[in-house]
């Protein structure tokens, strides 16, 4: 029986060497190329329409089956809400783990700088798979390689109760549900913890609870955006990065159907003091860094460009 689960889940969880956002071999567009200059050729067209125009653009280069949603993180509002699966629930993959991470450190069932082993697998009740053997990492390294091991042990040392707390406080109620739903499957709870399995958002719910986790006042959040940096400047997310600004953020890599993939980033600058969020979901054929992180990295170095000519 155990077997047999094992490779049920194995076979449910298949894509989680892909799921895991592996670094992408090349990035599409070279984060030295993407100046804020560059991108901002025409200075009469700042505004709205502007970041738009870029996003169906940049979505059109990558099969046009996707969601832009950018936010004001000060003012709160919506700059931009465009494409064919703004309202589509899909998978949110690892996009979703600082959430696990701020359930585990809330529960004080992980320690800031503790670092724990990956050897390519996780076993307690169920045994699942890492994409790659990432070794001994902290939170900071996990949230940059977006190691599925790590996480599965923090998701199951938050338990099933903190993780649904998280979510729903940061409005991801679906997501919450489906972790109240796996009960005491440990394999099934994990899994849908870090956005697979019974896990599903919208671009527009996924953009809102970043903005939530960026804008209360919540001292752990310290904690977590160090993973969010080093995610741009050395993991997943490279493709993402500015010249002249930090950027932070997540990768989030689901299978879809066939080929396809669900690729996600949510992304926000300046790292050091968040004013603008960008959600990037494309499904396609690649993983999150590759084809989501670069549409993100080319709307916020169009962003600097147009605060940059307005200071
Ligand atoms: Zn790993």
């Known amino acids: 029986m155990r077997v047999t689960k094992t490779v049920l889940l194995s076979l449910l969880l298949c894509g989680c060497h892909r799921g895991g956002d592996p670094q992408p071999a ?17 200075p009469s067209s700042c505004g709205p329409q502007r970041y738009a ?3 169906s653009q940049a979505l059109a280069r990558v099969g046009g089956t996707g969601a832009v949603v950018m936010l004001d993180l000060e003012t709160g509002d919506t700059l931009l809400e465009t494409g064919t699966q703004l309202t589509t629930p899909t998978p949110p993959a690892s996009s979703v783990k600082p959430f696990v991470a701020l359930a585990a450190l809330r529960a004080g069932a992980l320690a800031q700088d503790e670092p724990l082993a990956c050897d390519g697998t996780w076993s307690r ?3 699942l798979t890492c994409f790659d053997e990432h070794g001994a990492q902290t ?7 977006s190691c599925n091991a790590f996480f599965y042990e923090v998701a199951a040392r938050a338990g099933a109760p903190a993780l649904a707390a998280e979510f729903t406080r940061v409005g991801l109620t679906e997501l919450a549900s489906a972790i109240t739903s796996a009960g005491d499957d440990q394999a099934r709870l994990v899994a849908t913890a870090i956005g697979h399995h019974d896990a599903r958002a919208r671009p527009p719910e996924l953009a809102r609870a970043y903005a939530t986790m960026l804008t209360d006042d919540d001292p752990l959040r310290a904690v977590v955006t160090p993973g969010l940096e080093a995610a ?3 993991g997943t997310a490279q493709a993402a990065a500015v010249d002249g600004m930090k950027v932070a953020g997540k990768t989030g890599t689901a299978e879809a159907e066939g080929d396809e993939m669900y690729a996600w980033f949510v992304g926000y600058a300046p790292a050091e003091e968040p004013r603008v969020l960008v959600l990037v979901h494309v499904v396609g054929d690649g993983a999150g860094g590759q084809l989501a992180a670069p549409i993100a990295g080319e709307l916020l170095a169009t962003w600097r460009g147009c605060e940059t000519r307005d200071v």
Request: no cysteine; proline share 9%; hydrophobic share 40%.
């Open 139 to 145: 939170l900071t390294d996990a949230l940059a390689s």
């Open 125 to 127: 009740d169920a045994k």
């Open 53 to 55: 125009d870029v996003a």
């Open 232 to 234: 741009v400047a050395r």
């Open 26 to 42: 090349t990035a599409p567009q070279p984060a030295s190329t993407r100046t804020p200059d560059a991108a901002d050729s025409t």
